[in-house]
């Protein structure tokens, strides 16, 4: 079992996961995340980063489509509901792979889901994904995407 932390504040650490299969910067979920975490420039926001298992390579438009969700959720996270803290867990799991993304904001009763809630569930409809959505006012928001490992055939790297 691999568990790699990454850490941003107003400095980063680097992502030292362990990579599986033939994994590059393309097709890697982890490097992407870890990119987008970096360019993160919210003052006062801490964000953690936890990867589980082994990262196995993914066809880039999958990539690009998480790293969107989590852009959206961050956004979310700060300008709704005002988070300090937001943490991102990538699992890896024998069957899906599980990006749950949990702050510390001040959360909701009743969330109305807006267009970028509903941009991710149609973004991840096309990858027979799913997006389910947990909060409660004072409790911050957690947002759960889960996506099925794509057939090896269905998509081929353009590196290699």
Request: glycine letters at 12%; charged letters at 20%.
């Amino acid at each position: 079992m691999a568990l790699s932390c990454f850490t941003c504040h107003s400095g980063c650490k680097q992502l030292a996961g362990r990579l599986e299969g033939k994994v590059r910067e393309g097709n890697s979920l982890s490097i992407a995340l870890g990119k987008l975490l970096q360019s993160c420039t919210f003052p006062g926001l801490s964000l953690e980063f936890l990867l589980r298992e082994n990262e196995r390579p993914l066809p880039e438009n999958l990539v690009g489509e998480l790293v969107n969700c989590s852009r959206e959720g961050i956004t979310n996270a700060v300008k709704h509901g005002k988070a300090q803290r937001i943490d991102l867990v990538l699992l890896y799991g024998k069957k899906q792979i599980i990006l749950l993304l949990a702050d510390n904001g001040s959360g909701c009763r009743h969330c109305c889901p807006g267009n970028g809630l509903g941009l991710m569930r149609s973004g991840l409809d096309a990858f027979d994904g799913s997006l389910t959505v947990w909060s409660e006012p004072g409790e911050g928001f957690q947002l759960t995407l889960r996506v099925p490992y794509p057939a090896e055939q269905s998509f081929v790297t353009a590196k290699g």
